[in-house]
């Protein structure tokens, strides 16, 4: 098998499978990753048991023949190549990697011994890869790292008719997405991280779902992938979210950003990084006290509801995230200063967190 292929395509391909094909293992094999050659290029797999990953990589390729090496020293020595058009040539049991003066020859692995990986060649649904990836993207900080949360190390997806939702939370907060969908989709629960995986590999084009018995499987023209699903019942988080608005303010998101980032300097660590908010009188004060002193800030809102003033106080860490997806205005509201807060998008844009307060 002789290849030519562009050092460019050939790093980002391996860079997807780089994330997933885990550096070390009990089973060495997992640590490398099968290429199949054919006539129209390279086709790149690798798995860590919970993720399986496949990626299409173009390439004049004579003499097709498939072989599995060494993930990540494979992807670290095409990444040093002084060349831009990289040769791989299979010559015995070693491919030997050629790229401008370099030339180096790695030891191939067992074929036959590889884990077989299937991706299936029918789909149940088709979303909008682009849409999905900005969806997850939007949540993703809201599910929790900690590992007896079981589901809420997960985020999940429902179907809705014509529209599809993402949620996630850590019990302290939820980020939401809503965004334009069809067909008859199944709501699931993706493991954050695989979700990460996700969002770094879907584009432009049609993310295809084939669902499986505890399992999905997404595929895109370039990448093929299954994913292990997170049994469990995901809580009502509908709940949590306040009916009764009784103040709401709007104003410039990046301003309220680099604000809490201001005060937020002198937050207590030790005290849930709690920044104070005051409304009242079309003014928003936000004001933090450590250990080391005080900080105040004053913004100029927009201000509505029946509530002429109120005081409520939040994680500056967590209003940070909840701004993060918000592109120009922030509509907050408010339902009292011990009730759940809603920040969102001003005009909508389907992206909505919902936040505790913290006692005042």
């Not at 949360?149 to 014509?162: S, T, Y």
């Not at 954050?192 to 295809?208: F, K, P, T, W």
């Not at 292990?228 to 009764?244: A, Q």
């Not at 103040?247 to 207590?268: F, H, I, M, S, Y």
């Amino acid at each position: 098998m002789r290849a030519h292929v562009t050092k460019k395509t050939l790093s980002e391909g391996l860079g997807l499978l780089e994330r997933v094909v885990p550096s070390r293992s009990s089973n060495p094999l997992l640590t490398s990753l099968k290429v199949e050659a054919s006539e129209a290029g390279l086709t790149l797999s690798g798995t860590n048991l919970e993720i399986d990953l496949s990626c299409f990589v173009p390439a004049e390729v004579q003499d097709p023949q498939s072989f599995v090496v060494p993930a990540h020293l494979f992807a670290q020595i095409v990444r040093n190549l002084g060349g831009e058009l990289v040769e791989l040539e299979i010559v015995g049991s070693e491919l030997a990697v050629r790229a401008g003066g370099s030339d180096f020859k790695l030891q191939t692995g067992d074929l036959e011994a590889y884990p077989p990986l299937s991706f299936p060649a029918h789909a149940d649904v088709s979303l909008d890869a682009a849409e999905l990836a900005r969806a997850f993207g939007s949540v993703r900080y809201a599910a929790s790292n900690e590992a007896f949360q079981a589901v809420f190390r997960g985020i999940k997806l429902e179907h809705r008719g014509e529209s599809a939702r993402v949620v996630a939370s850590d019990g302290y907060r939820v980020a939401i997405r809503d965004f334009p969908a069809s067909g008859d989709g199944r709501n699931l629960i993706v493991p954050a991280r695989s979700a990460d995986e996700l969002i770094r590999v879907l584009r432009d084009g049609e993310a295809r779902f084939t669902y499986g018995e505890g399992m999905l499987s997404v595929t895109t023209d370039r990448v093929r992938m299954n994913l292990k699903l997170l049994d469990g019942d995901f809580p009502d988080y509908e709940r949590v979210i306040p009916k009764d608005i009784k103040l709401q303010v709007t104003l410039p998101g990046t301003a309220l950003k680099e604000a809490v980032n201001r005060v937020a300097v002198l937050a207590d660590k030790n005290a849930n990084n709690r920044v104070e908010f005051l409304v009242s009188e079309g003014k928003l004060r936000l004001a933090a006290e450590g250990d080391y002193g005080r900080a105040q800030d004053t913004l100029d809102v927009t201000q509505g509801g029946s509530e002429p003033a109120m005081s409520l106080a939040f994680n500056a860490r967590h209003v940070l995230d909840a701004l993060g997806p918000i592109d120009g205005d922030a509509e907050l509201l408010f339902s009292g200063s011990t009730s759940p807060a809603i920040f969102r998008a001003s005009g909508g844009g389907g992206y909505m967190a919902v936040m505790v307060t913290l006692r005042v």
